[in-house]
């Protein structure tokens, strides 16, 4: 089953950790997650951004934002 559901909060990881240590709850932190598809897409716009800073003609600059893509 999945939770369409996303709930977010204003409060840091920190804050929990804290919270948790205070109460003696063992419990386990992961602050950097490996977040695998995150970090190929990161790495995929960055070869994509090299492409384009390589041969500007072929990609519009509009496609980056304006992201110090120059066209010439």
Known sequence: MVKRRKEF???TLNEI???AKKRGLAV???KVAEAKEYRETLAMR???RTSAA???E???ASLFG???VQTA
Do not use: D, I, R
């Open 9 to 11: 909060f204003e409060v």
């Open 17 to 19: 950790e804290a919270f």
């Open 28 to 30: 386990e932190f992961t």
């Open 46 to 48: 960055s070869q994509v």
């Open 54 to 56: 390589q041969a500007p």
């Open 58 to 60: 072929a990609l519009p």
């Open 66 to 68: 304006n992201a110090g």
